[in-house]
């Protein structure tokens, strides 16, 4: 497999290098001339897919680092501006925050992957735990890296995770006053956890270059689990495997691609549009869905130490997986009791993952410690107990004799087909944590929106109207501090001409200055500003409206959201429907009932509204009918008000999301196009091998 | 049979190849587009970019302001007499780039000079009012400017240059 490389370079130059630096002769003995087991499946493309997920995040990373400010002051709204003005910032910042939760699903498949065809087993420990080493680095940068918007999942689950290491005895709490370099998570928490966001992933790479490695001295495992023995049962790595990953790659890049141009906030979290606030928890506080599983175990034990054992233990234990199992068989495929058990501890994996979401209550506790035992159990009862009593079917003597027994059964994609559904499951399993409670309110109303859809558009009209209701009435106690007077003239927004946008700035007054004489003035808005907030800072904002601070508006259609429940997040999927932010806050400017209901009491100086949680709010009823007047002839009703305020607020929110409907349908063809070439060269080059 | 088929239809497989690596090369191009894309000006940037006004009511003969504009140093001159007499006696073919103060002003406000303040060597900053020639001097290289900021002696190839101005009224310019 390693031997001498046998590369003899044509090229004078090339040969000089050669004598002096082997690199290409590596190259050439790793990727080209490498002896690749010709019966891999698809699931074998899934080390490919990740080399390609990690050069993809550390490129769109390292780009979006020019533009990012880690500071706990300007992290946030540097992330906002990024979407906003920076040339393809939007597209930059999908790529990366998606391609974060495509990495680990394909990390998982791969895992799986390794699990089900018994890839750890001898002679293959190393590139295991080296792949265990991998994973823990990707979960450690994953979970920095989301730290670093600095809203407000961001903040509490930096909070939340740091104090994990305050379960150590004695000198836990002087640990995590270390991790801080505070008080609290500051600042200071937020610098050193970009400085390693930004290292670790060359890290990880290191750790590949190794995995790599010591696949290439052990040789790959395969479908089959049996050792390639001669010539025939090995195919050269260029063109064939180079081929059939490059295609997996441009199938994975579609699932990649529905995510960036059509669902890009489906797997985050609705609470990270809200900046960070140190002095408010969010009701649910949850990680990213690829660390469910394992916030699942951390709950389910009672104790805080032995959770977070059990947590850190449920990753560790993959380490001794190749000792744990000692059956001489590799593939489960032969092995028809370990198949049936592996398909259990996926079921188990997902609904680990779902009881993380989930409130830790009721059922769901029990749920999840039931879960935890079954999760530990398959490592420390099932595998040991089933290499002693299993009695596997007969192997085939060699791979090429199993390709000619296969051909003409098709029984494989079944499987696949389960895998990749159970996969699919997990991923919409970990998209509910997004569906936020919604306690003892009422599920807001769906709306036909113009702007939802793959080809969904703004209603310029309703742009227009909103900007309106927006000034006339919700201005005068909430911002909208993202977004610039200039943006109104930008294409995707309201329509407005430069000139209709420099006029509308000019109504504002801004605060400016010192000027020579180290004064602050006022002057007339110039287009390069942003929409004032109404008060110069928080607290006046508080003293103003009873002790609640008025939400800045820019962002409000994007951090709310609304549970939507089994089976709504499947269909949400392939729907599209990302419209749950606009729906509520649609839903809350038309909720309000004068009088709340029989026997429900809300506190003194609050409203009763239907659809908001909890039912009181401190905001009065902001709209009547007739407030506004339209030019258009639109009604003047409050309905009409909420619609068209809401737009406007969608837009606010993704100034650039008609750009990125259309780049997405290009992309889209294009890449189906790709694909299917991709295919049928694929075809012709395995064509002359079988 | 592996020669065979593929010696059946070379044609057919060359094309597969050739059409693949194709698509592969156009997108890789078009992808290349945003991450390029991303380095020039944000539309903040350009946006803070836009024209300023300046008053120039309080300049008295003979000062210099500097104001910023697109992050540049604006030097506005309130020339004096002298300084535009002499500006105007120099033979202009003997200067290394030659250009009359005439062309580096509007004609009706020759008292103002309104220049980039940027040695056009290797873009320090030069000091207003210094040097032999009543005009610029460039401390960093020695390079020397004359009342009309038209490079006299040193290493500098170029006239200080002259931003986009015009006057909006008799006291007020717009820059840019």
Not at chain 1, 81 to 104: E, Q, T
Not at chain 1, 299 to 316: D, E, H, Q, Y
């Amino acid at each position: 497999m390693s031997g001498p490389s046998d590369y003899q370079p044509s090229n004078p130059a090339l040969q000089w290098i050669e004598r002096r630096l082997p690199i290409f002769g590596l190259m050439h003995s790793s990727f080209v001339a490498y002896p690749t087991p010709r019966n891999l499946n698809y699931w074998w493309t899934f080390g490919a897919i990740l080399s390609f997920m990690l050069g993809m995040q550390i490129l769109t990373g390292v780009i979006l680092a020019m533009h990012y400010t880690p500071h706990a002051d300007l992290a946030f709204k540097s992330v906002e501006l990024i979407v906003r003005d920076v040339n393809y910032g939007w597209l930059l910042r999908n790529m990366h925050a998606v391609g974060a939760s495509m990495f680990f699903v394909a990390v998982y498949v791969h895992m799986f992957r390794g699990l089900y065809y018994g890839s750890y087993k001898e002679p293959r420990e190393v590139l295991w735990i080296l792949g265990v080493i991998i994973y823990l680095l990707m979960m450690a940068t994953g979970f920095m890296g989301y730290v670093l918007p600095w809203g407000q999942m961001s903040f509490w689950g930096a909070t939340v995770i740091t104090n994990l290491f305050s379960a150590i005895p004695y000198v836990g709490e002087s640990v995590v006053t270390l991790l801080w370099g505070g008080y609290s998570v500051g600042n200071p928490t937020l610098n050193r956890f970009f400085s390693l966001h930004y290292l670790l992933p060359f890290l990880i790479a290191g750790v590949v270059v190794l995995h790599v490695w010591a696949l290439h001295v052990a040789g790959q495992n395969n479908p089959d689990g049996v050792e390639p023995k001669t010539e025939k049962d090995t195919v050269p790595f260029t063109p064939h495997a180079t081929i059939k990953d490059m295609f997996g790659v441009a199938c994975f890049m579609l699932l990649y691609a529905w995510f960036i141009f059509y669902m890009p906030n489906y797997l985050g979290d609705a609470d990270n549009y809200i900046p960070a606030n140190p002095g408010v928890t969010p009701p649910h506080i949850v990680p990213e869905w690829y660390y469910l599983p394992f916030y699942a175990i951390l709950r389910s034990i009672p104790n805080k130490l032995a959770g977070v054992i059990a947590m850190f233990g449920a990753i560790i234990i993959l380490c001794f997986l190749p000792w744990l199992d000692a059956a001489k068989t590799k593939s489960s495929k032969y092995r028809p009791l370990a198949k049936q058990f592996f398909w259990i501890f996926v079921v188990v994996c997902i609904l680990l993952g779902y009881l993380g979401a989930q409130p830790p209550e009721g059922i769901y506790v029990v749920a999840g410690r039931v879960l935890t035992v079954c999760y530990f159990a398959y490592f420390l009862i099932v595998l040991p107990l089933l290499s002693r009593i299993e009695k596997p079917r007969p192997v085939p003597n060699s791979i090429s004799d199993a390709v000619l027994a296969k051909t003409g059964s098709r029984s494989t994609p079944m499987v696949s087909t389960a895998i990749m559904l159970a996969l699919a499951g997990s991923l919409f399993a970990g998209s509910i944590d997004s569906a936020k409670a919604s306690e003892g309110s009422d599920t807001p109303p769906g709306n036909k929106w113009s702007f939802s859809g793959p080809f969904g558009k703004f209603d310029r009209g309703a742009l227009q109207r909103g900007l309106k209701v927006y000034k006339e009435v919700c201005s005068s106690c909430h911002g909208l501090s993202y977004i610039a007077f200039r943006n109104l003239a930008e294409a995707g927004g309201p329509g407005y001409s430069v000139a209709q946008a420099a006029a509308f700035a000019s109504e504002y007054k801004v605060k400016d200055g010192p000027n020579d004489a180290g004064d602050m003035f006022e002057r007339a808005g110039r287009p390069a500003d942003y929409f004032p907030s109404p008060f110069p800072n928080e607290q006046a904002a508080r003293a103003a409206n009873g002790g609640a601070a008025p939400p800045d508006l820019s962002l409000i259609t994007k951090a709310r959201s609304y549970k939507r429940g089994f089976p709504w997040f499947i269909i949400d999927f392939f729907s599209q429907y990302q419209e749950q932010g606009p729906d509520y806050v649609a839903a809350v400017l038309q909720g309000y009932e004068d009088k709340a209901p029989e026997g429900v009491t809300i506190p003194e100086g609050s409203y009763f509204n239907k659809y908001f949680p909890g039912h009181a709010i401190k905001m009065p009823k902001p709209l009547s009918d007739g407030q506004v007047t339209f030019d258009d002839g639109s009604p003047a009703t409050v309905a009409q008000y909420a619609k068209d305020v809401t737009t406007f607020l969608m837009w606010t929110a993704e100034p650039h999301m008609e750009a990125r409907k259309r780049l997405g349908f290009q992309v889209f063809v294009f890449l189906i196009l790709f694909a299917g070439l991709m295919y049928f060269t694929k075809k012709k080059v395995w064509a002359s091998s079988h | 049979m592996t020669t065979a088929s593929s010696a059946d239809h070379p044609t057919r497989r060359d094309f597969l190849f050739v059409a693949t690596g194709a698509a592969a090369a156009v997108g890789g191009a078009a992808a290349l587009w945003p991450f390029i894309s991303q380095m020039n000006p944000d539309a903040s940037t350009i946006a803070a970019g836009a024209p300023i006004e300046v008053d120039l009511s309080p300049v008295a003969e003979g000062q210099d302001i500097k104001v910023f504009w697109r992050g540049k140093p604006i030097y506005i001159s309130h020339r004096t007499k002298k300084q535009i007499d002499e500006a105007r006696a120099v033979n202009v073919a003997s200067l290394p780039d030659p250009q009359t103060d005439e062309a580096r002003v509007k004609s009706g406000h020759e008292q103002w000079l309104v220049v980039i303040g940027i040695c056009t060597h290797l873009g320090c900053i030069p000091i207003a009012h210094e040097g032999s020639y009543d005009g610029f001097f460039c401390p960093c290289h020695g390079s020397q400017y004359d009342s009309s900021g038209r490079i006299r002696q040193g290493p500098a190839p170029a006239n200080l240059p002259v931003p986009p101005y015009q006057f909006v009224s008799d006291t007020k310019i717009q820059i840019g």
